[in-house]
């Protein structure tokens, strides 16, 4: 099993910067990569970021890319979603994940790939 504990959320003016950590503990070597996804009220959970352990390769949504950045900290087992020039659309519950099935790009974009999710972090950007 693993277990992923999100943080960093809160309310931000539009065009500000927030950083979301998950940290990640138990079976983390079982793992191949970690992603973000967030889902607003009345939407579908929706894909945000990953990166792959194998070559440190990031996905990005087309809605995020270029404002938002997903790194790693190995020695922690923590992974940052570094998210800048937020809009109000961007406001959503933020929820880690972690899977461990071979990481290709296609499917790492989908929820049914992860295996493990954490409790979520709320982000609101006010305008």
């Known amino acids: 099993q693993v277990q992923l504990v999100e943080s960093g959320g809160g309310l931000v003016q539009a065009g500000g910067s927030l950083r979301l950590s998950c940290a990640a503990s138990?079976?983390?070597?079982?793992?191949?990569?970690m992603g973000w996804f967030r889902q607003a009220p009345g939407k579908e959970r929706e894909f945000v970021a990953a990166?792959?352990?194998?070559?440190?390769?990031?996905y990005y949504s087309d809605s995020v890319k270029g404002r938002f950045i997903i790194s790693r900290d190995n020695a922690k087992n923590t992974v940052y979603l570094q998210m800048n020039s937020l809009k109000p659309e961007d406001t959503a519950v933020y929820y880690c994940a972690a899977g461990g099935r071979l990481a290709v790009s296609t499917v790492i974009r989908r929820t049914g790939w992860y295996d493990y999710w954490g409790q979520g972090t709320q982000v609101t950007v006010s305008s």
């Open positions: 138990g079976r983390t070597f079982s793992t191949s990569a």
């Open positions: 990166v792959k352990w194998s070559d440190d390769s990031t």
